[in-house]
Nanobody, 114 residues
Framework: QEQLQQSGPGLVKPSQTVSLTCTVSGSSLTTTDYYWNWIRQPPGKGLEWIGGISSSGTTYYRPSLKSRTAISRDTSKNQFTLQLSSVTPEDTAVYYC??????WGQGTQVTVSS
């Protein structure tokens, strides 16, 4: 059974970098045609796709966030990571990792505040 487990801090100061990790069990990051994504939901708003990484390691980013976003993976640990730099209070949201057409992580509330 596929499961995604998120980890990372919930409170970050403005201008810092948020780093979240998603550990996958029950399936492999390298399974052909699997896409692993980061998605967020700001308070009172809808879901927003941040970016993703394919089974071959190709990364894709939301254009408006591309300059501040880096998604990477560690296939030996079956983990993929989101780094969002230079955060502002507008980046406050619940962040999710998810596989397209598959499972989602439990969500991490990230609050950007001094």
């Amino acid at each position: 059974q596929e499961q995604l487990q998120q980890s990372g801090p919930g409170l970050v100061k403005p201008s810092q970098t948020v780093s979240l990790t998603c550990t996958v069990s029950g399936s492999s990051l390298t399974t052909t045609d699997y896409y692993w994504n980061w998605i967020r939901q700001p308070p009172g708003k809808g879901l927003e796709w941040i970016g993703g990484i394919s089974s071959s390691g190709t990364t894709y980013y939301r254009p408006s966030l591309k300059s501040r976003t880096a998604i990477s993976r560690d296939t030996s640990k079956n983990q993929f990571t989101l780094q969002l730099s230079s955060v502002t209070p507008e980046d406050t949201a619940v962040y999710y990792c998810a596989r397209l057409s598959g499972s989602w992580g439990q969500g991490t509330q990230v609050t950007v505040s001094s």
